[in-house]
């Protein structure tokens, strides 16, 4: 049986017979973590030799294949959407999952997020390192890049898919560097435009707190910056849904589905969603270009929104004057023509305070202190 | 991968769930679902109706868990009923005749890149281009027996029950499609062994040698 040594050919005639037992197979499979003892005993017990070792190692190690993996979070939602929760409740569940599908499929929607907001839905970090055994996935999963825009500026990025977003003053978005099989993810926080790649067997979910956008290839906004009591999100084009999320990131509740010019306002507060439309999405995503469109806003709206884009803090001493509302375009201007352009209309004076250089070289933002023109009337 | 829960826990877990725990369902679920649809997506490629047959099969259990009998192996009768539903409802597409087999024209699935493997040290990557050309080389019913097999960890027996053939027509056949896979490869590099191991081997064949000293 064994040529061994004798005629020089190092595997015996039975080599093959002897991979395709199971019991070797696991064996080699496992052998690296043998302590010396079981490993002289495993090649005693298949009177094994080095080339025969050797090459029954290539063949079945070379054969290990990569895990698919799915986050707790999908399975999570997996689960849920098997609808066995509601079967009590006398609900079908496959029709549920029918009405969802074939609502997917119909899905081409152009959405601007005017930010990402940041979320702990799918970044269960510690679970999917564990879960990863593959040395190349390891050093690249529970990785995540930032992006993010300086206060005072806006940034562009593109994901991995190709989609686009632009991030305005003092946002930033969060994506996995290696996405996942079946679905992509974004965290936002603030303000994003979106510009999302179709791909209809890949969802893209953009998670804010509280929130989450389902996209399947589309152009919206999402405003989430964190002092705004609502998120809102402006589809233009195209249809998406937006729907709650609870802190782990499961959705909760109705699925609203948007049409374009529709707006859809989470109430952080009241934990609501309300759908309206809107005649004029430019006041929502013009800020890509550089415009901010005001319509029959209220003073200290814009004030609020300006003091984002250009890195300043506005304190308006008389507050009436806030009340006072403007339809207004802005473009990239700096702040004296814009305080220039609204004393046209409103009796007010300026003063600003110039801002510092801190400790780690940022500067403060600038303060204007607006006050009542006394000597004017109110046009 | 763990490729099986607790064989304990297995069986507790599906009593509990016939009757009615859906927390035990759950658990099943969630620890299966990745497991089959790996599967299920390399017999039909598309993955939403992958999605779609997976769910079935499990909302299908809980429905008619009252009168499920003993499982004693969970994992190959999801295995098998999961590649029986996507067989049928394949034929009821294709209208082929073809109930239980894949047959050739469905040469396409089961191919395999090299990323999808993962990289062991001491392999080269020459052997390991080696060892993919010729396993995508296979018939594909063999290409499955060999995903089965090294993916799922599932044993020669299963494997028999979810393909539908006779377990020894498996073991009969696996020498040869690992001579088959075996093609054009020697083996890892002498260097690569590390030194412990090549101390076994000298142990060893100094202990050999010596039986065999006339």
Known sequence: MRNFYLSGMPYRNDFYKLIADENFQNGIIHFDSFDKGKKQLFIRLYSLNKEEFSKAKAIINGLSFKETEFSEAELNYLWKKLGIEDSEKNFNPRQQTKKIITWFSRVAAILFIPLLITSLWFFDKTQELQSFKHRKIDQLTGMYNTVSAPVGGKTKAVLPDGSEVWLNSGSSIRYPILSKETYREVKLTGEGFFKVVKNPEKPMFVTTSGMQVKVYGTTFNINAYDD???????????????????????????????????????????????????????????????????????????????????????????????????????????????????????????????????????????????????????? | MQEKINEIDEDFLWEKMKSGDQSSFSQIFKFYYPKLYAYGIRLVPFPDFVRDQIQDLFINIWQTREGLGEVFNLKAYLFTSLRRRLFLSKKKKLDTNSLESISEEDNQILIFEPDEFIDKEFISASVKEQLIRNLNALPVNQREIIFLRFYHQLTYREIAGIINIKEQSVKNNMPKILQKLAAGITGISKEDIKDIDIMLFNLFLLFHKNKSDF
Do not use: C
Request: hydrophobic fraction near 35%.
């Open chain 1, 228 to 379: 705004n009591p609502d998120v809102e999100t402006v589809l233009v084009e195209g249809k998406i849904s937006i729907e709650k999320i609870d802190s782990t990131g499961n959705p909760v509740g109705t699925e609203y589905k948007m049409k374009s010019g529709e707006v859809g306002r989470f109430s952080r507060q009241q934990n609501t969603i309300a759908i309206t439309k809107t005649n004029n999405t430019d006041v929502f995503t013009e800020w890509v270009n550089g415009k901010y469109v005001f319509k029959n806003t209220p003073f200290k709206e814009i004030l609020r929104r300006l003091e984002r884009v250009h890195n300043v803090e506005f304190v308006l001493e008389d507050k009436t004057l806030g009340d006072y509302n403007f339809d207004a375009t802005f473009e990239d201007q700096n702040i004296d023509r814009i305080m220039e352009i609204f004393a046209v209309s409103l009796p007010i004076k300026w003063e600003s305070v110039k801002s510092e250089q801190n400790n780690d070289k940022t500067f403060s933002a600038r303060r204007i202190i607006i006050t009542r023109d006394k000597s004017r009337k109110l046009q």
